[in-house]
């Protein structure tokens, strides 16, 4: 990746989150989406919102850190972007598994950004239930403790959160094999410079 200006961009939309949840609390806006009741709209605003407290800051403290994360290591347009197919993704899981229930929450993108981070750059140091370590091992411990929550009575969609993963990991890895393709052509490119450098010398010298 070349160089480029940090801009902020998780901890910008994280404050965004806060700001929505914000409404929700103070005008009673509901951005949330049940199948058949809701305009089809509320599915693409969904994971905007929150059911809480406690769901907002978890899904806010993995986008700022993971996110500021990833955003280093690409760009702001790749974060967004990662978010967005992650989180369409465990929304549509969601709805597919929950279709009576109502559908809110960023947790599907934000755990697809951790997932392509993980991927991308495994061996990051990130955090894993307040302990340092590899993003590889951070991410299989957030897979674990979703397949232990699999078939719980409560009201974490597990499942979109699983599936939203599997998307993020799908981005980190598509950008992990365009990079490496990337540095195989500029290592093929210098390769063959150096040999018409050779013979170029070659000529000068026996030829000329």
Same mark, same amino acid.
């Given at each position: 990746m070349k160089d480029r200006q940090f801009r902020f961009t998780?901890?910008?939309f994280s404050f965004f989150l806060a700001?929505?949840?914000?409404?929700?609390?103070?005008?009673?806006?509901?951005?949330?989406?049940?199948?058949?009741? *809701?305009?089809?709209?509320k599915f693409f605003t969904s994971f905007l919102g929150h059911?809480?407290?406690?769901?907002?800051?978890?899904?806010?403290?993995?986008?700022?850190?993971?996110? *500021?994360?990833?955003?280093?290591?690409?760009?702001e347009k790749t974060l967004m972007g990662t978010f967005l197919i992650s989180a369409?993704?465990?929304?549509?899981?969601?709805?597919?598994?929950?279709?009576? *229930?109502?559908?809110?929450?960023?947790?599907?993108?934000?755990?697809?950004?951790?997932?392509?981070?993980?991927?991308?750059?495994?061996?990051?140091?990130?955090?894993?239930f307040g302990v340092p370590a590899p993003m590889w091992v951070?991410?299989?411990?957030?897979?674990?403790?979703?397949?232990?929550?699999?078939?719980?009575?409560?009201?974490?969609?597990?499942?979109?959160?699983?599936?939203g993963m599997f998307a993020g990991a799908a981005v980190g890895l598509y950008l992990?094999?365009?990079?490496e393709r990337a540095q195989e052509d500029s290592e093929n490119d210098l390769e063959e410079e150096e040999w018409r450098d050779r013979i170029r010398r070659w000529e000068e010298k026996w030829m000329m």
């Amino acid at each position: 990746m070349k160089d480029r200006q940090f801009r902020f961009t998780a901890l910008i939309f994280s404050f965004f989150l806060a700001l929505v949840f914000l409404g929700q609390t103070v005008y009673g806006w509901q951005p949330g989406f049940q199948a058949g009741v *809701s305009p089809l709209w509320k599915f693409f605003t969904s994971f905007l919102g929150h059911s809480g407290p406690e769901h907002l800051f978890n899904n806010i403290f993995f986008i700022a850190l993971f996110g *500021s994360i990833y955003e280093l290591m690409t760009d702001e347009k790749t974060l967004m972007g990662t978010f967005l197919i992650s989180a369409l993704v465990g929304n549509l899981t969601a709805f597919i598994f929950f279709p009576n *229930s109502v559908i809110i929450g960023a947790s599907g993108g934000a755990v697809g950004i951790l997932a392509a981070l993980a991927v991308y750059r495994p061996n990051k140091i990130g955090l894993v239930f307040g302990v340092p370590a590899p993003m590889w091992v951070v991410l299989l411990g957030y897979i674990a403790l979703n397949l232990l929550g699999l078939g719980a009575e409560n009201n974490v969609a597990y499942e979109a959160h699983l599936f939203g993963m599997f998307a993020g990991a799908a981005v980190g890895l598509y950008l992990r094999n365009s990079e490496e393709r990337a540095q195989e052509d500029s290592e093929n490119d210098l390769e063959e410079e150096e040999w018409r450098d050779r013979i170029r010398r070659w000529e000068e010298k026996w030829m000329m």
